[in-house]
């Protein structure tokens, strides 16, 4: 075990001056190829103080201190994981032009109301997941992006943020679930949401259950629906006082089409991920929750296939 430490050692000390050395040359030549942002003004239109990177990266940062978060019995601090931020690198071309990469701090019932304000100020929604297990209240990370004029990017950040802040202004308390009771019967008619969502329907205890695979590869075979790789949506409840669960197989372009897609037909996104490592092409994942009519619940799903499918004959 010595000797091995010591080769890592050794190995670690000899490609240390070859990598340092590569990466200040790479950083210097991009850093001068790329124009500088203006950390000032864009501060200004995030509505946060605005810092720069050495490499002439600009960030503005929101520390979720508003609500008090426990995880397996300990307080977490903000600087332990509940930090809201974004970051703007100004692009080669067009001149002017920036991208966005960032991270929404959010609790369940901000969800709806950030995506909302990021689309509406052309922003892209990228990620949702969670970052704990055991947490009170739940914590859900919302990563965003986008390219174009910075200060419209950093407007954009500024509107999300304020959804959030809105939402705690109005209950400080983040909320879960609705007041109405309970329902615990499953009796969906099927023929009309056929009508909808086409023949197939899949029924067992009441439920209604849609099916669609995607073709992809992976390790040299071909994969597709049998694999998991799928679009589907379950209608629970009854036709009058539905719920409607599911998720969307999408490959990179078709995401932005088919979130907007989902939000405009009432439905919440309640991830957004990847489910597998090294399929071709790379396919991403929105698990979807909505509550209503069932033949609504169907036409909103039914609006985000189509939204899909106008990608998919480009």
């Given at each position: 075990m010595?000797?091995?430490?010591?080769?890592g050692n050794l190995v670690a000390a000899l490609r240390g001056p070859v990598?340092?050395?590569?990466m200040l040359l790479a950083a210097n030549v991009s850093m001068a190829q790329v124009p500088s942002l203006d950390a000032v003004k864009i501060g200004e239109a995030a509505g946060v103080a605005a810092t720069v990177a050495a490499d002439g990266v600009v960030r503005v940062a929101w520390a979720r201190d508003d609500v008090r978060v426990t995880v397996d019995g300990f307080v977490l601090h903000p600087f332990a994981g509940l930090g809201s931020w974004a970051t703007l690198r100004s692009l080669p071309e067009p001149p002017g032009h920036a991208m966005l990469m960032g991270d929404t701090v959010v609790f369940e019932d901000e969800v709806d109301a950030a995506i909302d304000a990021a689309f509406a100020h052309g922003l892209e929604v990228t990620a949702l997941h969670?970052?704990?297990?055991?947490?009170?209240?739940?914590?859900f990370f919302l990563h965003i992006g986008g390219h174009g004029d910075p200060l419209a990017l950093a407007r954009g950040v500024k509107a999300t943020w304020d959804a959030v802040r809105a939402v705690r202004a109005h209950n400080a308390a983040p909320q879960r679930g609705s007041r109405a009771a309970p329902s615990a019967e499953n009796r969906i008619t099927v023929p009309p949401l056929e009508a909808i969502l086409g023949p197939g329907a899949?029924?067992?205890a009441g439920v209604a259950k849609w099916t669609w695979g995607h073709p992809a590869r992976m390790?040299?075979?071909?994969?597709?629906?049998?694999m998991g790789i799928t679009t589907w949506?379950?209608?629970?409840?009854?036709d009058a006082r539905a719920a409607v669960s599911g998720d969307f197989a999408m490959t990179a372009a078709e995401v932005q089409p088919v979130l907007r897609a989902l939000r405009a037909g009432?439905?919440?996104s309640v991830a957004i991920h990847h489910h597998m490592v090294g399929e071709d092409p790379p396919y991403?994942?929105?698990?979807?929750?909505?509550?209503?009519a069932a033949a609504d619940l169907a036409r909103a799903v039914e609006g985000a296939r189509e939204a899909q499918a106008r990608v998919q004959l480009r």
């Open positions: 010595r000797s091995s430490g010591t080769n990598v340092g050395a590569t969670n970052h704990f297990l055991l947490d009170e209240p739940r914590v899949a029924v067992t390790h040299g075979v071909e994969v597709g629906g049998s949506a379950a209608f629970s409840g009854t009432g439905l919440s991403y994942f929105v698990h979807f929750w909505g509550k209503g």
